[in-house]
Structures are given as structure tokens and as C-alpha cells.
């Protein structure tokens, strides 16, 4: 077995067999080891190693989201062979499975029928990040409304003016996990809607599928324009490159085009080449007079350079590197960009003097042309993901469809980038079924549109935002009257990301980033037959914690909205953080007044309640003073115009779980408590009682709307209160009845703390809060309540070499007051010959005689961490734990779930990666193991689960919901989805709930938390005790109940016995020992000891037989002893009974023997 850490010696050797390897696209012929070295090169080189651990600030200084969660998943995800996830195999498994449609089925697992379907279960008072929104143009009522979550489908609300009306969830032939980023109507035929899908300027965070048309209203759709195509294969791009026409048999050379001059288009510019004299270009050139200039980089800039060439007769320039063979963007410079009419063209040292040798020695001629939209070598993933915008307009009695099409690499991952090609402005005639696409080109370079809007001209107005390489931003286009080609109208200088909003009197008005850090955002007004914009004040938020020139909070790349009141063109509203209106056009009415009036608030108190980071608005066009706000936690509605404003998500649940947690089932059957959080549709602090009886009771990590704790006994959606803010993170209950808390953590290892639930009012304690950034942002944690244990990831990658270690929080679980607000006692857990790659998942084995915890990592390591709870005594505590390695054989990837079935032996083991074997079981405690994949699709597995009842019943939590197989002992199982209720959506997390009923919570990444259980379709009993153990004395008797419950219709006659009871033991059962069982109930076994019996623990397994089956269950047996000084007397009558004291002396009879007595001989003045 091979790792990266104990092998680099041999990585050049094997780099070259490697690259031979794949450039011939030949994986077969790596060994596995060589598999896992190439996996460790990708994880160390991945895109996000310098970002994932900035602070929030740092990431809006560098524009990048403020959630690096998706940079953590995407490098967990990656194929280790290629480096880069393949999301465009499960949008082609998507279409493929939509289009084989469900078959019902009966059987026992969760989601596989209608009887088991999943049912959502909120929360229905906090929504996720929305930006499409659209009031239904059918209603004349104003109350219908569709909305979608950016990673959550496509929802409906049929009275939007009252908050109690639920949205329900559109699911007839849509997919549930649509990244909904646009929505409009036909203005001809108002049934028919359209539906965009992906964010470009979110990269991979928002890939969608295409465009969606429904044709009735909103009740039904199909797809009509991209998304996969038919063949989804990456390709590595050959860039655009020169032929060399003669002499013949040269090799192309690749080229980057200048940001100036005119762009080359498909048809070849072919003329003989020359080398300029002099060579640099940067003095006045000799003639070369319908030629293609060849030049030299030099000293003078690449503008003065082209056009002395231009000036010199040429009729193309190609500018070679003199300092090696990198390409550069080549700027004009101070030249003027409109005094060169001639393209320019960039090519590397070493084919610039090869083409200066060819024409030395002879007449060379070259073809210049444009044949990509990307630059050399870069991986393509065909298809259009990035529906950035969608308008529809009436022209001359017909309906035409514009889209804007965008593009986008994983944001740092600047070598793989969807729509590479496709992306640009779309039209269709004829109602999707037919697409032209409209080039609109900006310095030799297709522009990537992310705003459209219809003027009261009837013309198509785009803007745009930064391309794959950074450029074509800030820049404004208007339509001819047929919408056929587009004009540059205006440029913002430094713009990047930028929006528009055409009013009703013509104006426009713009929003948009900028690249400057004093003004990192502008607003503009303007005529749009005009040829200049004014500079508006910016909104000044009342939040002193917002800068007065940056509404956004540096997130302009991402808080970006405006929208205008089509009937008064003076009613504005923007949004970055907060939102604000102005009712003046923009315009000041006084030197020192601000124009814009703030009108929401993201924490409520510099104005009414509205999540924070607003993304998109819709206005009624009928009743202006009904206005949609989009934003990181759903959608907030106002019907006075924004005078008040308020939530409106009840039952958008479109939140963005990580993690789910869920209380035993019987842990609050005889307690109650309270827990204290925010209820985040108003954002107010409420009190939440955890009633006495038999509730749902859970808590999970969301994004961006922390971690959110529930109750409910409706199996049914609920309220959830936030009891930490920010974001939540790893989530975990104790299973230890007796013990009531659950564990919550923010990011990383910053505050981590439980609530104490043993009271009748919750507490939260701290028990780790710190500054660094120690293990992920999401972070993976444990909890081992028997021992009273958390384990977290703590492993850093500051210093020369990175630090992987584990995190053991101890000493915290009895709850005493005074350690409430300091940190808990923290052991460090390592072992560099072992633990050398970065936690990914954290499991420990449940058991009273010791804690074992096992821990997956990004490398495919599988360790065994035993007696994980011992360590040193005094401050600095060192840990005594003892490592050892599972690892399988055929292990590649990232592990990311880690489960146990009956025993300790039986260990499953799940991947997250494209491209590997992503399920594996072990029957021997990991000495071997099986893989388990079967006919399961290409698809990255987050968790997994053994049905308790049937251990041939399977179910993973996958990007395409979860999935379930019946024959999980065969050698290749068969895999299908168990998708009654819930489907297409990436399951991060699925808990299994403690207690009889077997019930299953799964959290999404996109639709909250949904619950179903594990039942059987074939006749079972299951037994348990309702205690671990039991106490008797010697010599007395003692009682419990063995509790059965029935599946499948059960009806046999039962025996009940007990193995492991200490001889001479007399047992009777109550009603007895044999029964006819078809219903649920229980048994009383009571144990009579005999007196003569050791006092020790004696483990007993109570079995129940039937005609077809054996059932088991576990309790243990304390035999406490009668006379525990051994001298004859018996406890209840000993006067000393710890110390012996065979002839009972009493001196001064007060019933304390003589020996034990402090003071034997009664109290008086001599004693």
C-alpha cells in the first residue's frame, strides 16, 4: 500500500508514466497505489488550498463567496484521476432516470413507496438563497406567485398576502433540485412560463440544467434548451490557432487575441507572414504591405506595436514572447483602441521563432482564424448550464425568447469550464424549439451576458459580467428593433458584475461592481438614447457595521439587485445586504439628504426584518405596492410599496442542510425541558418547550441560517428555532437517555458547545470556543456519549508541514454550572506514521467498556483509533490512544461516511468521488472488504445506512436523493432510487433514530429535512429492553420488561429465554415465557438471585424464537452483593457494612458498629 507521505522519491518516475497514461486517456494500466499518488497530487494542488481557510472578510476582499463549503465538497468529489468533479454525468443521470419514470414498488426501505414516502418535515419558517420570483399573470387576485430556491426546485403560492399560506413544491416532470435563477411568461400566451436554470457568477455552487417551459400555467414542464448535451464528454480544448498553409507538414500554433483591433471570426485572413523591421515594431516599420507583421515583444507597449504595423501596410500582427512561452493578454495601452483596425494576435517564444525561422528561410504563408471561444488546453464539459437570464417579448404579434448563457470554471479552477463554448445570447421564434445564437463580441472576445431587459422601445437590453478570463465586465448593449444583433451602448469603467433596470420614461438605470477597492460598488442613471451615465449617491446603510460607500459589504459579486416600479419610473429599489428604495430617481433633494430610504434590515434593528444578501425583486405590474424580495433565507413580501415588509416562507423549504441530529426516541417520554433560539421569520428570540411524551425531537448545521432545533409529534413540517446564528455545522445528539443534550458547532473549531437538556430549561455550554481556523469549515466531529466525548477534525495545513490530528473534548458531560462558559479539557489525538491526510469522516462505535473511534480521511485512509478516551492526567493531558490501519486494499478517494451494522465487524464504508467504487463492507472488522457498488451509477455517495431488521436492506444519501438496494450480500447489488417524496437532491447527512419505530431523517442540500423509517415486507419481531441494565442483590429478586413489536403481519407462537444468567438463578415471566404473538406488547421477566451467587457483572442475551426466525436483545446483569465486607452478616442488618464486624459490637448503641464508629463510646466530656 502506497501513500503519498512515504513514497516521494518515486513521484517524478512515476509522473512520467502517468502523463503518458492519460494523455492516451488510459487509466487502466495504474496500479491502485499509483491511482492514490495521483489523487494526493490533485487534493494538493486543488484550485481552493489558499482560499478554504479565509476568514469571511478576506473572501469578499477577493470576491469569492462567502461559504467556502462548496470548495471543501468539491475537492472531496473529485475524480482522483482527472482532478475535477463531473456534475455533468448526474444532470445525463437525471434526464435518464426522468425519462424511465418511477415504478411502485412495496417493500421496506425508506422513500420505495408511496405507504414509505418520504415525508418533508421543514422547516417551514426558513427559506434558502433565492433569486427568481414571479407573480402569477393568470391571477387577477394578485395572490399566486412561483419562486424557486437557488439550489431547491421550483415552488407555488396561491395567497402570497397571508403569511399562513404554505408554498408548495412544483414536481410534475421538474426536477426537485433545479437552480432556479430566472422566471417569466409568454406576453402572448400567459400560460406558457419559462424557467432558467445555474448562476455563472457563483461557478459550480449553482450549476443548473437549462430552460424549462410549462405550457399550462406552471403545472407541468418540459425542458426546451440546454442543459447536457447528448454526449456529455469533457474535451480539452485546442484553443484557437494559426495554420502554417506553406510550407507544409508545420505543427498550428496556438494564439490569445488582443483586447483591441478587430476580431478574427471563422472566415481565415490567409496571406504571406513578415518579419518586421525592426523587429520590435517600435519605431517606424519598412513596408509589409498586405502581410501578416511578425514582432517581437519589446519595450513599447503592444498598442504602439500593432499599429506602426498597421501603418506599415499590414493587414494582421502577430506578436511572439522574448521571455518564454507563456501567452499574455495583450492591452492597447495609451494608444487609442479606435485607431486600430487590424487583429492582434499572441503566440509563445518558441513558435515565434520557429515562424521566424520558416520565414527566413522562404515564403511562409499563414491562415488566421477564430475557432474557440477558450484558450488552449483547458477542459470543456459541453452543454449549457448557465441560464443567467430569461425575457420574453411581443414582436409584431409574435413571442420571441431571449436567454443569457453564461460560462464558468470552478471559480479558482480556472482549467475546467462549463458552457465553453455555448454560452452568449440566444433567440428563439417558435417557442423553444429552435435556437439562433447572437454573437456579440467585445474585443475579439463573445461576451457573457447576465442581465436582460425589454425596453418601452420593444429593444433587448444586456449587460454583462466578467468571462472565463476575466474580461468583457460593465459592458451595456441595446438590440435592433428585430433583435437581431446587439450595439454597444455603454462601458462602466472597472465594471464587472453588472445589473440594469430600463424605467418606464426611458431611463436606465445601473448597478454594478467594480474592481476599485475605494468604490467597490456605483449606481448610474441615464437617458437610453443617451450616450452618458450620472454617478447616484449610494444607499448609506444605518448599520454602522456597513460602510457608507459600500451598501454590499464587499459582496457586490454576489448582493447584487435592482428593480424599478414599472408604473412610476421614479421608485426605485436596490439591494446588497439590506434593501433600500428611493421614490426621487436616485436624485438627491438637498446636498446633504440621501435619496434612498433603507427599508429592511438584516438582524431587525435598523428596520424590519429581511434576511441578509438580497439577490433578486419582482413587481406586481398591476399593483406596484406588491413587491417579492429574494435572499439568502427565502422570500420577504411587501404590499405598501416597502413601507412594511415581512417574511414569507412558510413551507419554502429550500434550506441547505450539512447535518442532521435526532434525539432517541424514548430520551423525553418522562422529562421536559426548553430551548431558547431565534425564530427566523421574524427574528425574534422564542422559547421552544420540549413537552413530555413521544416527539420528534432534532437539531442541524444549515448554511448561512445556523443551527436550526425542532419538535414535533404531526410527522409533518415544523417550525425550527436557530439556536447558534452564522453558520451551523456538525450536529450530534446524545444517545444516552439518562443524559439529555445535543452538541452544535459554527465553522471550524470556533465554538463549539452542547445543550444541556437535563433540566427543565436547556443551557448551552461552552466547550471549545477559539480564533483559528483548525480543522474545516464544515467541520466533521463525533460524539461518543457514553464516555462523554467529542471528537473533532483539528487538523491544520498552516506551517511547512501540515498538522493532522483529532480533537478529544472530555471532562464536560456532567453539566457542573461553574464550567459553563470556559473551555472544556481538549487531548490531542495523532500518529504521524498513520494519520497524514485531513479528516473527512468521524465515526465512533458505540460501546460502555471503552471508546473507539474511527476516522476516515480525504487520502482513503480507514484508521482504528482504540481506548480513544484514555490520556494523561494534569493540564496538557497526552493521549493513550493506540492506532492502527483498515485501509482497503481497492480504497481511492474520499471517504465519507463510516457505519457499523450488528457488531463491531460489520463496517461500512462510503466514498465521496466520481469515478471510484463508492460503497464498501467489511464482515471482520476490516481485515477485508467487499466492494458494493453493484449497478450504482457513477454518482458520489455522502452516507449510508443498514436497515436494523433486514441486513440485506441498504440506503445511501447520494446528489440525486437516496437510493436503496435489497440484496446488499450479493456480489454486485442492484441499486435503485427510493424516490416516493423526495428525489433528485444532494442528501448530505441520514440519521437513524434510537428506539423501536426505526424512523430515518435525511438532510438536504437544497429542501431541508425530510423523515421516513425502515420497516420489513416480510413477517419479523423485534425485541428490546427498555433498560441496559439491571441490579439485584444477592439473595433478592428483580424485575424488567421485554418490550416486542411486530411487522410484516407476524403471527407465530414465541419462546422467550435467557442466556448468560448466573446458576441457580430462578426465572418467571409474566404472562410467560411462550406466547402467540401478532401484536405489539411486552413481557415481565423477573429474576430471583441466589444468595450464594458472585457479585460481578454477568451479560445476558434474551432471545425470542419463532417457528421462522430468532430475535435478540442484550441487558446487563449487576449482581450487587449482600455482605459486602464478608464477614457472615448480611447488609441490611450489618452495623458496619463495609468494614468487618462479626460480633456486631455497639458500645454505645446508637446502630454504628464499634469499628466504624468515629465515636464508640458516645459523646461526653471525657470523649
Known amino acids: ?176 433540485n433545479l437552480a432556479v435563477s430566472s422566471i417569466t411568461y409568454d406576453p402572448n400566451n400567459k400560460n406558457v412560463f419559462y424557467v432558467g436554470t445555474g448562476e455563472s457568477y457563483t461557478a459550480g455552487d449553482a450549476l443548473g440544467n437549462g430552460l424549462w417551459k410549462s405550457e399550462d400555467g406552471g403545472n407541468s414542464w418540459f425542458k426546451v434548451f440546454g442543459g447536457n448535451t447528448e454526449n456529455p464528454t469533457s474535451y480539452i480544448s485546442e484553443g484557437n490557432t494559426i495554420e502554417i498553409k506553406k510550407p507544409s507538414g508545420q505543427n498550428k500554433i496556438g494564439y490569445l487575441a488582443a483586447s483591441f483591433g478587430k476580431s478574427l471570426n471563422s472566415d481565415p485572413i490567409e496571406a504571406e507572414a513578415a518579419i518586421t523591421s525592426p523587429e520590435d515594431a517600435c519605431g ?314 433603507q427599508i429592511s434590515h438584516w438582524y431587525n434593528r435598523y428596520g424590519p426584518y429581511s434576511h441578509a444578501d438580497q439577490h433578486g425583486a419582482t413587481i406586481n405590474e398591476s399593483n406596484p405596492n406588491l413587491v417579492l424580495f429574494g435572499n439568502d433565507g427565502g422570500i420577504s413580501f411587501t404590499n405598501s410599496g416597502g413601507s412594511s415588509i415581512s417574511t414569507r416562507n412558510l413551507n419554502f423549504h429550500t434550506s441547505q442542510y450539512y447535518t442532521i441530529a435526532v434525539a432517541p426516541k424514548n430520551m423525553f417520554s418522562n422529562h421536559s425541558s426548553t430551548v431558547t433560539g431565534n425564530d427566523r421569520s421574524k427574528y425574534e428570540n422564542a422559547s421552544r418547550p420540549i413537552p413530555q411524551g413521544d416527539y420528534d425531537v432534532f437539531v442541524g448545521g444549515l448554511q448561512d441560517n445556523g443551527t436550526m432545533f425542532q419538535i414535533d409529534n404531526e410527522n409533518s413540517g415544523s417550525k425550527a428555532y436557530d439556536v447558534s446564528g452564522g453558520d451551523g455545522a456538525a450536529t450530534m445528539f446524545s444517545q444516552k437517555e439518562s443524559n439529555k443534550y445535543f452538541v452544535q458547532n459554527y465553522v471550524y473549531n470556533r465554538s463549539v458547545e452542547v445543550w444541556n437538556l437535563n433540566e427543565s430549561s436547556g443551557q448551552n455550554f461552552v466547550i471549545n470556543n477559539e480564533s483559528e481556523s483548525k480543522g474545516d469549515f464544515i467541520n466533521v466531529q463525533a460524539l461518543d456519549s457514553e464516555f462523554g466525548i467529542i471528537y473533532s477534525n483539528y487538523s491544520s495545513s498552516g506551517g511547512t508541514i501540515p498538522l493532522t490530528e483529532i480533537a478529544a473534548y472530555v471532562e464536560w458531560d456532567d453539566f457542573d454550572p461553574d464550567d459553563r462558559n470556559f473551555n472544556a479539557k481538549k487531548v490531542l489525538l495523532y500518529d504521524n506514521n498513520l494519520f497524514f491526510s485531513n479528516a473527512s469522516a468521524l465515526s465512533v462505535y458505540p460501546s460502555s467498556e471503552k471508546s473507539t473511534l474511527y476516522v476516515g480521511t480525504e487520502g482513503g485512509q480507514l484508521l482504528k483509533v482504540e481506548n480513544a478516551h484514555k490520556y494523561s492526567e494534569g493540564d496538557n493531558p497526552e493521549s493513550q490512544a493506540e492506532w492502527s490501519s483498515l485501509t482497503g486494499n481497492n480504497f481511492l478517494g474520499s471517504i465519507s461516511d463510516i457505519e457499523f451494522g450488528s457488531s463491531e465487524n460489520e463496517i461500512f464504508v462510503t466514498f465521496h468521488n466520481f469515478g471510484v467504487n463508492n460503497i464498501f463492507f467489511s464482515d471482520d472488522g476490516g481485515v477485508s472488504w467487499i466492494e458494493k457498488d453493484g449497478d450504482l451509477p457513477d454518482i458520489p455517495v455522502r452516507c449510508i445506512l443498514q436497515n436494523p431488521m433486514v441486513e440485506d436492506e441498504v440506503i445511501i444519501g447520494t446528489e440525486l436523493g437516496v437510493w436503496y438496494t435489497k440484496d446488499f450480500s450479493s456480489d454486485k447489488p442492484s441499486w435503485l432510487q427510493a424516490n416516493a417524496g423526495m428525489s433528485d437532491v444532494r442528501v448530505t447527512d441520514l440519521d437513524l433514530r434510537k428506539g423501536d419505530d426505526f424512523k430515518v431523517f435525511a438532510a438536504t442540500y437544497g429542501l431541508g429535512v425530510y423523515s421516513s423509517f425502515f420497516t420489513s415486507d416480510e413477517p419479523l419481531i423485534n425485541i428490546n429492553t427498555e433498560v441496559k441494565s439491571i441490579k439485584i442483590n444477592q439473595g433478592e429478586e428483580g424485575s424488567f420488561n421485554v418490550n416486542y413489536k411486530v411487522y410484516g403481519g407476524f403471527d407465530e407462537q414465541t419462546t422467550f429465554s435467557i442466556e448468560g444468567l448466573p446458576s441457580d438463578t430462578n426465572i418467571s415471566y409474566e404472562p410467560s415465557n411462550s406466547l402467540k404473538i401478532n401484536s405489539n406488547g411486552f413481557i415481565e421477566i423477573t429474576l430471583k438471585i441466589d444468595e450464594k451467587t458472585d457479585a460481578k457483572s454477568y451479560p445476558l442475551s434474551i432471545k425470542a424464537k419463532s417457528e421462522n426466525l430468532t430475535k435478540s436483545t442484550s441487558i446487563e446483569l449487576i449482581v450487587v452483593s449482600n455482605d459486602n465486607d464478608n464477614d457472615g452478616v448480611k447488609n441490611d442488618v450489618d452495623k458496619c457494612p463495609d468494614t468487618p464486624n462479626t460480633d456486631q459490637k455497639d458500645s454505645d448503641n446508637d446502630g454504628i458498629g464499634d469499628v466504624c464508629d468515629t465515636t464508640p463510646f458516645g459523646q461526653n466530656i471525657f470523649s
Open 284 to 597: 517606424i516599420l519598412g513596408s509589409v504591405t498586405d502581410k501578416i507583421a511578425v514582432i517581437q515583444r519589446g519595450n513599447c507597449e503592444f498598442g504602439v506595436k500593432v499599429l506602426n504595423a498597421q501603418n506599415a501596410g499590414a493587414i494582421a500582427a502577430i506578436i511572439y514572447n522574448n521571455d518564454g512561452d507563456d501567452l499574455v493578454s495583450m492591452g492597447v495601452g495609451a494608444t487609442n483602441p479606435n485607431s486600430i483596425n487590424i487583429p492582434a494576435l499572441f503566440i509563445s517564444q518558441s513558435n515565434g521563432v520557429r515562424l521566424k525561422n520558416l520565414i527566413t528561410n522562404g515564403e511562409t504563408v499563414l491562415s488566421l482564424k477564430k475557432s474557440s471561444n477558450s484558450v488552449q488546453g483547458v477542459t470543456i464539459v459541453p452543454g449549457t448550464f448557465y441560464i443567467n437570464d430569461v425575457v420574453v417579448r411581443n414582436y409584431e404579434g409574435k413571442s420571441e425568447i431571449y436567454l443569457a448563457a453564461g460560462t464558468s470554471s470552478y471559480r479558482d479552477a480556472s482549467q475546467t469550464f462549463f458552457n465553453g463554448e455555448e454560452y452568449g445570447i440566444y433567440k428563439s421564434v417558435d417557442g423553444g424549439n429552435n435556437w439562433n445564437k447572437i454573437n456579440v463580441e467585445f474585443e475579439g472576445r463573445i461576451v457573457q451576458p447576465i442581465d436582460l431587459e425589454i425596453s418601452s422601445e420593444n429593444t433587448i437590453w444586456m449587460s454583462t459580467t466578467r468571462d472565463n478570463r476575466g474580461l468583457g465586465a460593465g459592458l451595456i448593449y441595446e438590440s435592433d428593433s428585430s433583435g437581431s444583433a446587439f450595439n454597444l451602448k455603454f462601458q462602466i469603467d472597472g465594471g464587472r458584475r453588472t445589473e440594469i433596470e430600463l424605467t418606464s420614461n426611458k431611463e436606465i438605470f445601473v448597478l454594478a461592481a467594480t474592481g476599485d477597492a475605494a468604490n467597490p460598488v456605483t449606481i448610474k442613471k441615464g437617458l437610453t438614447n443617451g450616450n452618458t451615465l450620472e454617478d447616484l449617491t449610494l444607499p448609506d446603510d444605518d448599520d454602522p457595521g456597513i460602510p457608507s460607500n459600500d451598501f454590499t459589504r464587499g459582496q457586490s459579486f454576489y448582493d447584487l439587485m435592482i428593480e424599478s416600479n414599472p408604473q412610476d419610473p421614479n421608485q426605485v429599489y436596490v439591494g446588497g445586504i439590506d434593501l433600500f428604495k428611493t421614490s426621487s430617481g436616485g436624485i438627491s433633494g438637498s446636498a446633504n439628504s440621501n435619496p434612498w430610504n
Open 1 to 176: 500500500m502506497i501513500f503519498l507521505k512515504k513514497h516521494r522519491a518515486s513521484i517524478y518516475v512515476l509522473s512520467i508514466l502517468i502523463i503518458g497514461v492519460l494523455l492516451n486517456k488510459n487509466t487502466t494500466g495504474l496500479s491502485i497505489d499509483q491511482k492514490r499518488i495521483i489523487h494526493q497530487k490533485n487534493l494538493a494542488n486543488s484550485p481552493f488550498s489558499d482560499s478554504k481557510h479565509l476568514s469571511k472578510p478576506t473572501r469578499k476582499s477577493l470576491q469569492l463567496p462567502p461559504n467556502p463549503y462548496y470548495e471543501k465538497i468539491w475537492e472531496l468529489s473529485i475524480n482522483p484521476i482527472t482532478g475535477r468533479t463531473e456534475p455533468e454525468k448526474i444532470l445525463k443521470l437525471q434526464d435518464d432516470l426522468r425519462k424511465s419514470g418511477f415504478i411502485a414498488r412495496r417493500s421496506a426501505v425508506p422513500g420505495e413507496n408511496e405507504e414509505m414516502k418520504w415525508i418533508q418535515r421543514g422547516p417551514i419558517n426558513v427559506g434558502g438563497r433565492t433569486k427568481a420570483m414571479m407573480f402569477d399573470p393568470n391571477d387577477s387576485t394578485n395572490e399566486t406567485v412561483f419562486s424557486g430556491g437557488v439550489s431547491g426546485g421550483l415552488f407555488k403560492n396561491t395567497k402570497i398576502s397571508d403569511p399562513n399560506s404554505p408554498w408548495f413544491l412544483v414536481t410534475k416532470n421538474i426536477p426537485q
